[in-house]
């Protein structure tokens, strides 16, 4: 299976062509299932905005949407008729034949899509990709600054500052990370390992290759990051991870880029934390040139067993969803890195912006990564 790439390699420059705002559906079902992040909220509105009372639109926007698009999209007919997806999870509904190609749909209703936003399949358009993302560096200058410190470039570096502020009184637990366990900490070990230069499987098989020195040590460093965690990290997904940014309790994390313009909006963030909030890249590891992250785009699919009517319908709602308008709300221009015409980078956007700059590797979209991503998520100690 082939995933084109070149979608991640250009998806920081110039997008082309606008998507056709009016929804002209004459009748049909829309039921989405996705995230539940703010660009994906706005995705989501986007396709509400489609509602008449001969179009039902849905949606089901949650942080368990990996446990349930599956099983919603294999009736038939489908519960879902659209599944908000990434590079990783994908492979799932490709893996089970619950997506359709969208060629045809393309044709007749996609012309202001950008060619790289197309995630082609063996040749088929199998996902219309909408935003890029990555994980990278988010930190507290103001409490760097009171220990005279540059913001990490390195894992390293960040245990040593770590240290420094515990040591200085300013903080306990300073390091922040998505390590609740299951695919939020298989997904932090996937970033480590591929930045001790790490290779999945061995050369043209799908045998698993992770027991090894880069597996190792990837470990290790996670361990020795858990110890200036909340006690409580195996809990903490991105939304526990950013909650405690926003309460002041952590001074360094890694995070997606996609949370990164929102992280001192909610109500309530103190102002050192909102004036002292800043970006970067991400972080290398053991000395390696690589960062320890992946590149990921976000998109959207439309369901196998669902009428063509609905499939329509579901296109062109999606397609509204993403039309170039949405950018014209600053609030939404910042939420994430559009793969949009029109869309102009965002000092949010610096640290998506730095992981492409850097040689990010994308997340693997071999047919069998899903397979080890969640075996990794069951069985790997911390």
């Not at 785009?297 to 439309?302: A, E, I, R, S």
């Not at 999606?318 to 559009?338: E, F, G, R």
């Amino acid at each position: 299976m082939r995933m084109k790439q070149t979608l991640l390699a250009t998806a920081l420059a110039v997008m082309a062509g606008a998507a056709n705002a009016d929804c002209g559906i004459e009748s049909g079902r829309v039921s989405i299932i996705g995230n539940e992040f703010p660009a994906i909220q706005t995705v989501g509105e986007g396709a509400s905005a489609c509602a008449t009372d001969a179009v039902e639109v849905k949606a089901n926007l949650t942080a368990d949407h990996q446990k349930l698009n599956i099983a919603g999209m294999s009736g038939n007919p489908a519960e879902y008729t659209s599944a908000i997806i990434a590079n990783s999870s994908i492979v799932a509904l490709l893996n089970e034949d619950l997506i359709r190609p969208l060629d045809d749909l393309v044709a007749e209703h996609g012309q202001g899509l950008s060619p790289n936003q197309l995630i082609t399949i063996d040749g088929k358009v199998m996902a219309v990709a909408f935003m890029a993302n990555a994980q990278h560096l988010v930190y507290r200058k103001d409490i760097l600054d009171r220990i005279g410190a540059e913001p990490p470039r390195t894992y390293e570096e960040m245990l040593e500052l770590a240290q420094r502020i515990r040591d200085e009184g300013i903080l306990q637990y300073p390091v922040g990370g998505a390590y609740a366990a299951g695919w939020n900490l298989a997904q932090e070990f996937n970033n480590m390992f591929l930045g001790y230069g790490g290779e999945f499987f061995k050369p043209g098989t799908a045998e698993p290759n992770v027991n090894s020195e880069a597996g190792v040590k990837a470990l290790e460093m996670m361990k020795a990051l858990s110890g200036y965690m909340n006690p409580d990290f195996l809990t903490h997904d991105s939304n526990a991870t950013n909650a405690e940014f926003r309460a002041g309790n952590v001074a360094l994390m890694n995070m997606w880029g996609s949370r990164a313009a929102t992280l001192t909006t909610a109500d309530g963030v103190p102002q050192d934390v909102i004036d002292g909030f800043a970006i970067a890249g991400p972080m290398t590891v053991g000395g390696g040139d690589i960062p320890a992250s992946t590149l990921w785009w976000d998109g959207w699919t439309v369901s196998k067993n669902i009428s063509d009517k609905d499939a329509q319908a579901t296109f062109i709602a999606m397609m509204n969803a993403i039309d170039p308008s949405i950018l014209q709300d600053p609030d939404v221009a910042v939420q994430a890195v559009w793969l949009l015409e029109g869309y102009e980078p965002t000092p949010a956007a610096t640290g998506v912006f730095e992981a492409a700059n850097m040689r990010t590797i994308p997340y693997p979209t071999f047919p069998y990564m899903g397979l080890m991503h969640y075996a990794d998520a069951r069985i790997m100690p911390m």
